[in-house]
């Protein structure tokens, strides 16, 4: 078997994602998600330009050694552009070796840890009473844990809230050049703890409780946050501070016994290695697209198991319905599987560019069994939406001085 053809898809029903098709010379084909959100084109290029060429006759069986060929033998390792297009390509071999096996991938990896997925939604508000509302609506749907972001009062347009759209920043495509938007740390901190009391004092502890810095406090202010939200007893406290030194994150570990997670942007497990040898985290949030695939995913899940670090990847509405699945594959079998986040299943608009194996049950999501990855690709209903240049908000502190978003 032979690779004969990869087709690159952009298409923007509702957002901008980037599909990779790998076509075989024996009419197997199989769906990657090279998404990156607000550089989209970027990976277009690295895939058109410097990794299809080199994969065109290649055996598509031959996953790891292909994987190793894109990463090692790139001398240009690691970064979310190349991560991104090696994890495109990554998931649709897994998708085509599952469809010549007559198998669903969670069972290439290994087999089934569990039957469904433990998820996370999201209820997020403008004001303390708006969030909670949106929360006893999830815990209504069947929701056992749930993250909780709002606005802060004093500041416009916080991260986490619905701002003017009222719809999320990952599911709008209208943003042709970055907005920005006002951060205080000493407003948020001065106003968070509450509304997690609230959550508390209306619903009790049954619910389990999110919370996402988005990477916005330094190390000890972050240790900070953690003890004061000890009471509260939240599952994690997530992107508490950047770790781009990950020595950071022993600073807050050594103030409290908040849980904390953290990769939504990391690429490789170079990002991680120290904070789970050191058991500095609980969960890891790394994509299997922007970290390169399965064939790593399912190397750092066994790394982390190791260290007690249970996974919990990143499932914004800004990876596409493949990247979804392939997290169901391997949540399913990773025996440290911890939680997924998940913001539903998107619009119709959505779902009819992408059929995919997953629904939602009281809480859980359950995977079809279908050879491969299980979703499919509707390139005339794609082609219908062209991609739209989109980026995410930037963040200014109040004396004008750039923040992290
Ligand atoms: O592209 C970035 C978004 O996906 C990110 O802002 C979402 O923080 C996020 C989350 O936890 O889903
Ligand atoms: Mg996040």
């Not at 990657?32 to 006759?57: F, K, W």
Request: hydrophobic content about 40%.
């Amino acid at each position: 078997m032979k690779i004969q053809e990869v087709k690159v898809f952009v298409s923007c029903p509702g957002r901008n994602f980037v599909t990779v098709k790998v076509i075989t010379d024996e009419g197997v084909y199989g769906l990657g998600d090279a998404t990156l959100n607000g550089r989209e084109m970027a990976v277009v290029a690295y895939l058109e330009e410097h990794i299809i060429p080199c994969l065109l006759g290649r055996d598509p069986q031959q996953i790891e050694d292909i994987w190793q060929y894109l990463y090692k033998g790139a001398y240009w390792r690691k970064g979310p552009v190349t991560m991104a297009a090696i994890g495109g390509i990554d998931m649709a071999l897994w998708d085509i070796k599952g469809k010549i096996a007559g198998l669903p991938v969670y069972q290439l990896l290994g087999g089934k840890s569990r039957e469904s997925v433990m998820v996370y939604g999201h209820a997020n508000g403008e004001t303390i009473k708006e969030t909670l509302d949106n929360l006893g609506k999830l815990i209504d749907q069947g929701f056992k844990a749930v993250r909780l972001q709002c606005a802060i009062p004093g500041l416009e347009g916080t991260y986490g809230t619905l701002g003017e759209k009222k719809d999320y920043y990952e599911l709008q495509s209208d943003r042709p050049l970055p907005p920005e938007q006002l951060w205080s740390t000493s407003k948020y901190m001065n106003f968070i703890p509450e509304l997690f009391e609230q959550a508390r004092q209306q619903y009790g502890y049954a619910v389990q409780l999110v919370h996402d810095v988005h990477s916005r406090l330094t190390p000890i202010e972050a240790a900070n946050l953690g003890k004061l939200l000890e009471p509260y007893k939240l599952l994690f406290l997530e992107d508490a501070s950047p770790a781009d030194n990950q020595d950071g994150y022993q600073i807050i570990r050594n103030h409290t016994t908040t849980p904390l997670a953290i990769g939504e942007v990391f690429n490789t497990v170079w990002d991680a290695k120290d904070l789970i040898v050191n058991q500095a985290i609980d969960y890891l949030r790394i994509a299997s697209t922007h970290g390169g695939g399965i064939t790593p995913l399912k190397k750092i899940a066994n790394f982390a198991d190791m260290f007690n670090v249970r996974m919990a990847p990143h499932g914004a509405p800004d990876l596409s319905p493949i990247c979804h699945a392939a997290h169901a594959h391997l949540n399913i079998w990773a025996p440290n599987f911890g939680i997924q986040e998940f913001i539903g299943f998107g619009t119709e608009k959505l779902n009819s560019v992408f059929s995919h194996p997953l629904s939602f049950d009281n809480g859980y999501i359950r995977l079809q069994d279908k050879p491969g990855l299980g979703v499919e690709y509707h390139e005339e209903e794609a082609a219908k939406y062209k991609y739209k240049r989109s980026y995410l908000p930037v963040t200014r502190l109040e004396d004008g001085t750039l923040w992290f978003w």
